[in-house]
C-alpha cells in the first residue's frame, strides 16, 4: 500500500507548526487517547478533529482532510481484503489453548504434552533432567519460579523449533541487524497480539533471527529469552506469560540488546522480584531516549506530551511510566495500556511432531 496514513499527514502538520496533542483535545472536544488513535493509524478521522486542525493550521482545510481519509480508508480496507493473512509461519494457526501455568493441558497441542513427547515424562518426573549446556542464554529469572522448569521450557521450545525449520534455523546478520533494529519503534505501532507476532517474526527473518513464540508451562515465569547456539545459531524465545502487548515490545527490545551486545559470551542471568512488570532501563532508553529519566511518576499529560515527541506509541509510554512508578492501579494510565488474554492466542505445532513417528523420538 503506497498512501500515507491519515495520521502520518496529520502528524507532519503538527510537528511543523509546533500544535500538540493536548491543544487539539481541548478544541474539538475529542479526547487525547481519540486522537492518538487517529494519528497512530488505529481509527478513522472525525469529523470535529478536522475541524479543530483547520482551526490550528488554516492552510490544511477541512475539506482535504476529510477527503483525504476517505481515500486512505477505502484502500486500506481493499489492500487489508487482498492481503488477508492466515496463516502466519509457524506462530498463529486455529488451534487454541488455555494458559498452561494455571492447568496443565492433554491437548496435543500443549507444549508439555511436546515436552513429555521429546524428554519422555520419567526424565521430566525426575527433576527435570534437562541439559542446556548446548545453549548460551540471556534473560531474567523470577525469584518465585523453578529454574529446572524454565530450562524444561527453553529446551523444549528450542528442540521444537529444530523440528517447525526441518533443522535449517536462519543465520543471523550483523548489518542487517543494526538496520532494522532501528526499525522496531515504528513496528511496535500495533496493538493485537497476532499483528504483533507477525510484526516480530518478520523483523528477526530479515535479520537472521530464529523467532519462537510459545505457551508457558507451570513454575517457568521467563517471559522471553535470547540464546545462541553451539553451532552459531540465534534465537529469541517468547513465552505468552505477558499482561500487555506493550510490555511484550520492551522485552522484544530488551533480548535484541542483549543480541547487539553479544551478551552470550557472559551467560547473563538476572534474578528479577517482580519479572512480570520488570522493564530494563536500556529498553525504556531505546524508545524515549533520556525523555523519562529525571523523575518517577508522569501525569497523562506529560505521558502524552513524551509519546509525540518521541514518536513512541502512547501506550508503550504509559507502561513505561507504570514501571518507573512500580504503581499498577491508576485506571486513567492503565486505559491506554493495551491488555490481552493468551486464551484468545493461536499456538501451532510443528509438522513433524504430529506423525506417529515422534513416539520414537530419543530421550535426552
Known amino acids: 500500500m503506497n498512501i500515507v496514513s491519515t495520521g502520518e499527514v496529520i502528524k507532519t502538520y503538527l510537528e511543523a507548526n509546533d500544535v500538540n496533542v493536548l491543544s487539539l483535545a481541548e478544541k474539538c472536544k475529542i479526547s487525547a487517547r481519540t486522537i492518538i488513535r487517529v494519528l497512530n493509524d488505529e481509527s478513522k478521522l472525525p469529523y470535529e478533529l478536522a475541524v479543530a486542525i483547520n482551526q490550528s493550521i488554516?492552510?490544511?482545510?477541512?475539506?482535504?482532510?476529510v477527503s483525504y481519509d476517505a481515500v486512505y480508508q477505502a484502500t486500506k480496507k481493499r489492500f487489508e481484503k487482498e492481503n488477508t493473512i492466515n496463516d502466519v509461519d509457524e506462530i498463529i494457526k486455529e488451534y487454541k489453548l488455555k494458559k498452561l501455568y494455571k492447568e496443565y493441558s492433554e491437548d496435543k497441542f500443549s507444549l508439555f504434552n511436546i515436552a513429555k513427547t521429546i524428554f519422555g515424562i520419567d526424565n521430566i518426573k525426575d527433576g527435570y533432567a534437562i541439559d542446556v549446556n548446548d545453549l548460551k542464554?540471556?534473560?531474567?529469572?523470577?525469584?518465585?519460579?523453578?529454574?529446572?522448569t524454565t530450562q524444561l521450557w527453553l529446551k523444549t521450545a528450542y528442540e521444537e523449533y529444530q523440528l517447525s525449520c526441518n533443522h535449517n534455523p536462519l543465520l543471523f546478520d550483523s548489518k542487517s541487524f543494526q538496520e532494522n533494529f532501528k526499525l522496531v519503534k515504528q513496528l511496535s505501532n500495533v496493538k493485537t497480539i497476532s499483528s504483533i507476532l507477525f510484526n516480530m517474526k518478520e523483523l528477526c527473518k530479515e535479520t537472521g533471527i530464529n523467532f519462537y513464540y510459545r505457551p508457558s508451562i507451570p513454575n517457568s515465569r521467563i517471559r522471553a529469552v535470547s540464546?545462541?547456539?553451539?553451532?552459531?545459531?540465534?534465537?529469541?524465545?517468547?513465552?505468552?506469560l505477558f499482561k500487555c502487548v506493550e510490555n511484550l515490545w520492551l522485552s522484544f527490545v530488551h533480548e535484541l540488546i542483549h543480541i547487539s551486545n553479544n551478551d552470550f559470551e557472559t551467560c547473563q542471568f538476572e534474578v528479577i522480584e517482580d519479572n512480570e512488570n520488570y522493564v530494563d532501563e536500556k529498553a525504556i532508553e531505546y524508545f524515549v531516549g533520556s525523555a523519562m529519566k529525571e523523575k518517577k511518576k508522569y501525569s497523562i499529560s506529560e505521558i502524552l506530551d513524551i509519546s509525540f515527541s518521541t514518536k513512541t506509541p502512547v501506550g508503550i509510554v504509559a507502561e513505561i511510566a507504570r514501571s518507573k512508578s512500580k504503581f499498577y492501579s491508576d485506571y486513567e494510565i492503565n486505559s491506554y495500556v493495551h491488555y490481552y488474554k493468551s486464551a484468545d492466542v493461536h499456538y501451532t505445532i510443528p509438522l513433524a511432531l504430529t506423525n506417529e513417528s515422534t513416539k520414537n523420538i530419543e530421550k535426552i
Open 137 to 148: 542464554c540471556c534473560f531474567s529469572l523470577a525469584k518465585n519460579s523453578d529454574e529446572r
Open 227 to 240: 540464546c545462541k547456539d553451539n553451532r552459531g545459531y540465534i534465537y529469541i524465545f517468547v513465552s505468552d
Open 58 to 65: 488554516p492552510e490544511i482545510s477541512v475539506d482535504f482532510l
